[in-house]
């Protein structure tokens, strides 16, 4: 079945410092791709999005390109913030039914 | 942005007590909405979706009547918890369908204890 793995944290980073969070995903078909971010006491948001391969998703920063070959869809950022800390969520939804599956999440701490 | 509220944000309960959670659109209107479930490091899981006016579809593997799903409204949902066991602490996370199948909006979460 269709499944996301996202690297493990917390992941602590210094501010301004290149940030990866890499995501693969197992799925059939052509599905679309997310990351979500949940901040402190927040529900999920969606961050970024890709619909079809090698589309980038970009937002406050943040940038995702879908990757078929390699089927992943990581996550990066050039220089973090300390308001970036918050937990992220890497997902893909079928192009079968409209169910999102998750990663478990990455928790991200940047220092000051 | 589209405001989403769970109510209560965490509760503690002894075994075999009933819990009820409350899920609220805010500021939208929406027909479907989701119940989610996140155990310790893992994912969330879909538990179930629910369209309002019509019985809930549960996920295999989770008990619907254990997990009893009320969508009263466009902007009301409740689930609730029947005789609560410690393996169903969790974290449980409702989410209200946007405009777009792309597209959820979610609640903060509530966080189960049960003792």
């Known amino acids: 079945g269709n499944s996301v793995t996202q690297m493990e944290g917390p992941v602590t980073l210094s501010e301004e410092a290149f940030l990866t969070i890499n995501c693969t995903y197992t799925?059939?078909?052509?599905?679309?791709l997310f990351w979500y971010v949940q901040y402190p006491g927040e529900g999920l948001q969606l961050l970024l999005k890709?619909?079809?391969?090698?589309d980038k998703g970009s937002n406050k920063g943040f940038e995702a390109t879908y990757r078929k070959e390699t089927t992943s869809f990581h996550l990066e950022k050039g220089s973090v913030q300390v308001s970036d800390s918050a937990v992220y969520f890497c997902a893909l939804r079928s192009n079968r039914d409209d169910k999102i599956i998750f990663g478990k999440g990455t928790r991200l701490h940047i220092l000051p | 942005g589209a405001v989403v509220s769970q109510h209560p944000s965490r509760v503690i309960c002894k075994s075999g007590t009933s819990v009820k959670i409350e899920c609220r659109s805010l500021d939208f209107q929406a027909t479907t909405m989701f119940w989610y479930r996140q155990f310790p490091k893992q994912s969330l899981m879909l538990m179930a979706t629910s369209n309002e006016g019509s019985k809930a579809t549960y996920e295999q593997g989770v008990e619907k009547d254990k997990f009893l799903i009320n969508h009263a409204s466009l902007t009301l949902s409740t689930l609730t918890v029947t005789s609560a066991h410690p393996e169903d602490s969790s974290f449980y996370i409702c989410s209200w369908a946007g405009d777009s199948t792309d597209t959820q909006y979610f609640g903060p979460g509530t966080r189960l204890t049960v003792l």
């Open positions: 799925a059939t078909g052509y599905p679309s």
């Open positions: 890709a619909t079809k391969a090698d």
